[in-house]
């Protein structure tokens, strides 16, 4: 069974950091692309990054780009975003989400999500 | 950037009524469209991809169609575990970009 489990969410304040993580298992990890896609509360998804089976091709969102990075272990399985110089609308619900490996951008399983929230 | 603007952004119906969301892409984008189900506090599932192809273990009461620019998800016969927001996504290009959502709700 596919099984993505995101940990590192939590209370930071403006311009602090956080680094979220994404557990996976199930799957062939290193065979995957992965995303990071994210919702506010009450609000719609928003796609936050992209990372390739290899960490050859990376992709951010212009609303995080040079302050977000995305990485992986395939070694251990695992996602990864860095975030810095948060601000308050990065207060979000992320998922850690698997690209299907027969359509790009396409979505097939998801984690259960992990909130950040940006607050003084 | 590729905009998808889902109508109606509210849907209130009954179990068995046949429901219909629009998704328009604001350019061509072929049949690179997904669709998704979220209910409240959970992750997005996969419905749809390529337009009209149902994702497994998706039941057939899901429907989709459309390309270019003008897209639809049909739901035959509403059942009570449909009622949840449903999203549209563009696989066309970066970046990708999903739909405001639609909330289906009870009647």
Excluded: H
Excluded at chain 2, 19 to 47: F, H, M
Excluded at chain 2, 70 to 98: G, H, R, V
């Amino acid at each position: 069974e596919v099984q993505l489990v995101e940990s590192g969410g939590g209370l930071v304040q403006p311009g602090g950091s956080l680094r979220l993580s994404c557990a996976a298992s199930g799957f062939t990890f290193s065979s995957y692309s992965m995303n990071w896609v994210r919702q506010a509360p009450g609000k719609g998804l928003e796609w936050v990054s992209y990372i390739s089976s290899s960490s050859s091709t990376i992709y951010y969102a212009d609303s995080v780009k040079g302050r977000f990075t995305i990485s992986r272990d395939n070694a251990k399985n695992s996602l990864y975003l860095q975030m810095n110089s948060l601000r308050a609308e990065d207060t979000a619900v992320y998922y850690c989400a698997r690209e299907t490996l027969y359509f790009d951008w396409l979505i097939d399983y998801w984690g259960q999500g992990t909130l950040v929230t940006v607050s003084s | 950037d590729i905009q998808l603007t889902q109508s109606p952004s509210f849907l209130s119906a009954s179990v068995g009524d046949r429901v219909t969301i629009t998704c328009r892409a604001s350019q061509g984008i072929s049949s690179y469209l997904a669709w998704y189900q979220q209910k409240p506090g959970k992750a997005p599932k996969l419905l749809i991809y390529a337009a009209s192809t149902l994702q497994s273990g998706v039941p057939s009461r899901f429907s989709g169609s459309g390309s270019g620019t003008e897209f639809t998800l049909t739901i035959s016969s509403l059942q009570p575990e449909d009622f949840a927001t449903y999203y549209c996504q563009q696989l066309n290009s970066y970046p990708p970009t999903f739909g405001q959502g639609t909330k289906v709700e009870i009647k």
